[in-house]
């Protein structure tokens, strides 16, 4: 886990989790910063919304907001939340059907007691965070 630049408050939120959701999180969160690196898009911005660790694009106009949540009540579970205003989840729904769960407006969900969907990850942070790009602009991953 790469604690590296993590705000204060994303380090508080996730040592609230369970070990299995914090190793996630991390993952998430790596993952999420190479697909910004990768698509040149500068730094994220990390913040937590609505209690949830946040991630989105410093730049303006560049992309949305992609949130993760996790709760005790459902300890296997690792929630991922995306603008409702977007088409994001209805898309990856298309694209990643054997996801665990996706109500195909705003969450998705993986299962911690499997391995991370980690192009699925990719794919969902790429259009997230490129999403108010041109679509020319916005790279496929995979």
């Not at 790469?2 to 991390?26: I, V, Y």
């Not at 907001?65 to 929630?79: E, F, Y």
Request: glycine share 4%.
């Amino acid at each position: 886990m790469d604690t590296t630049h993590a705000p204060a408050s994303l380090l508080s939120t996730f040592r609230q989790w369970s070990a299995p959701a914090q190793n996630a999180a991390w993952a998430c969160r790596a993952i999420f910063q190479t697909i910004a690196q990768e698509n040149n898009l500068g730094p994220l911005a990390e913040s937590l919304k609505w209690g949830q660790p946040a991630w989105r694009p410093q730049k303006p106009r560049t992309g949305s907001t992609l949130r993760l949540h996790w709760i005790p009540a459902d300890p296997d579970q690792l929630a991922l939340f995306v603008d409702c205003k977007t088409d994001l989840a209805e898309r990856m729904r298309e694209l990643y059907p054997d996801l665990p769960a996706n109500d195909g407006r705003r969450r998705l969900v993986l299962s911690l007691n499997e391995d991370l969907p980690e192009q699925a990850l990719a794919h969902l942070a790429q259009m997230t965070f490129t999403y108010h790009l041109p679509k020319r602009d916005s790279l496929n991953v995979g």
